[in-house]
């Protein structure tokens, strides 16, 4: 029972406690928690209501404790706390263009510099000493003036944040500027407040 710990741990409860709790022997919790001995299927489904998860995360076969979110989460590898927040991202954002933040965010992820980003940040994020030594030996092989390893480590952050940016620049050209209440001019932009007319 792989996932005991973990949850009791998020709960701050003790071993004891979590047996207490569910009228389950101490010893016997315990060694579901190391994994030496299996519950029954009806005590699965009580370790499972008292930790308010499923019974497939409880024993490692989906990482989503939720499932409704399970479809989303063993697609795309989501936590259940993104998933939460996204669907927590009000509907409509500007009620006059119908304008949402699904959909700036659907305009975001389809965007082909998308995927680069998330590779330059995944590779940025698993890169090891000896990853980054052989970086700086490669780029100061030819250099007279030698690039310490700091600053490619800035520049190779500074580039996924360039990536980031043209990806934004899209988005606030595309999309954002569509809403009414900003007004663009040759020198001036202008943010002005839309009132809702109301006939009696």
């Not at 709960?11 to 010893?27: F, G, P």
């Not at 579901?32 to 308010?52: C, H, K, M, V, W």
């Not at 404790?65 to 996204?86: F, G, M, V, W, Y």
């Not at 209440?181 to 943010?191: A, E, H, Q």
């Amino acid at each position: 029972m792989i996932r005991i710990k973990e949850l009791r741990t998020e709960m701050h409860k003790s071993l004891r406690d979590v047996a207490n709790d569910l009228n389950i022997s101490y010893s016997s919790l315990s060694k579901y928690e190391r994994g030496d001995q299996q519950p029954s299927y009806e005590t699965l489904i009580r370790i499972a209501n008292y930790f308010n998860v499923t019974t497939d995360y409880l024993i490692g076969i989906t990482n989503s404790k939720s499932s409704e979110n399970r479809t989303i989460c063993d697609q795309l590898n989501l936590s259940d706390e993104a998933i939460q927040k996204l669907k927590q991202l009000p509907l409509i954002i500007d009620k006059y263009n119908g304008i949402s933040l699904s959909d700036i965010l659907n305009f975001i992820i389809i965007q082909p510099e998308f995927e680069y980003l998330l590779k330059s940040i995944l590779l940025y994020k698993i890169r090891t000493p000896a990853d980054w030594c052989n970086m700086e030996n490669f780029l100061n092989k030819d250099n007279a003036t030698p690039i310490p390893q700091h600053q490619i480590k800035e520049i190779d952050k500074l580039y996924i944040i360039q990536q980031f940016n043209n990806i934004l620049s899209h988005v606030l050209e595309d999309e954002i500027t569509t809403y009414n209440t900003v007004t663009k001019t040759k020198n001036d932009i202008t943010i002005s407040t839309r009132k809702e007319t109301t006939s009696d």
